[in-house]
T-cell receptor, first 112, second 113 residues
Framework: GEDVEQSLFLSVREGDSSVINCTYT??????LYWYKQEPGAGLQLLTY???NMDMKQDQRLTVLLNKKDKHLSLRIADTQTGDSAIYFC????????????WGLGTSLAVNP | NAGVTQTPKFQVLKTGQSMTLQCAQD?????MSWYRQDPGMGLRLIHYSVGAGITDQGEVPNGYNVSRSTTEDFPLRLLSAAPSQTSVYFC????????????FGSGTRLTVV
């Protein structure tokens, strides 16, 4: 069935770049998403990429999509302590029923 | 623009009690859903709706009921609370078409003792 996998933890130093990786199984996904969850809060949509794109950049965020390997990554440049959060990868899955398939989330720790 | 509003933010229930978690959105989203989030389990879909009068089960529907009488509201009912339902519950909504991601509420932290 459809599945999304992410590594569970990532630790970086403040000012370095962070790269969070995600793999997915459904090749028919139309959109892939990155969400951020800060402690005690709901999930916030960070960015998304359409499946026919290879890259999308939005200020400090760069999303790379390798459709052949079904691999998605989120790069955060100049990582700050405020970027400490859980980052979820999600894919739109098949059909138009709006159900997203979620990864378990990557907990990013930014050390001063 | 309130987005998605969930109430209450915190709740403690005794085993066997029933309650309703409220979710309301003011964005005219057709799609609404309920998730539970547990440590190490990620987000699990409980129920969802693609419009008023239409609901369907997600992956963990047992013990929960939903209804969608209006576009704006999507309450989640716990019929007889059990300790296994201790969790953080999130409501999320979106448009049905296009690339719209979900808008999430801030969550309800439920403890069943």
């Amino acid at each position: 069935g459809e599945d999304v996998e992410q590594s569970l933890f990532l630790s970086v130093r403040e000012g370095d770049s962070s790269v969070i990786n995600c793999t997915y199984t459904d090749s028919s996904s139309t959109y892939l998403y990155w969400y951020k969850q800060e402690p005690g809060a709901g999930l916030q949509l960070l960015t998304y990429i359409f499946s026919n794109m290879d890259m999308k950049q939005d200020q400090r965020l760069t999303v790379l999509l390798n459709k052949k390997d079904k691999h998605l990554s989120l790069r955060i440049a100049d990582t700050q302590t405020g970027d400490s959060a859980i980052y979820f990868c999600a894919e739109s899955g098949a059909g138009n029923n709006r159900k997203l398939i979620w990864g378990l989330g990557t907990s990013l720790a930014v050390n001063p | 623009n309130a987005g998605v509003t969930q109430t209450p933010k915190f709740q403690v229930l005794k085993t066997g009690q029933s309650m309703t978690l409220q979710c309301a959105q003011d964005m005219n989203h057709e799609y609404m859903s309920w998730y539970r989030q547990d440590p190490g389990m990620g987000l699990r879909l409980i129920h969802y709706s693609v419009g008023a009068g239409i609901t369907d089960q997600g992956e963990v529907p047992n013990g929960y009921n939903v209804s969608r009488s209006t576009t704006e509201d999507f309450p989640l009912r716990l019929l007889s609370a059990a300790p296994s339902q201790t969790s953080v519950y999130f409501c999320a909504s979106s448009y049905l078409g296009g690339n719209y991601g979900y808008t999430f509420g801030s969550g309800t932290r439920l403890t069943v003792v």
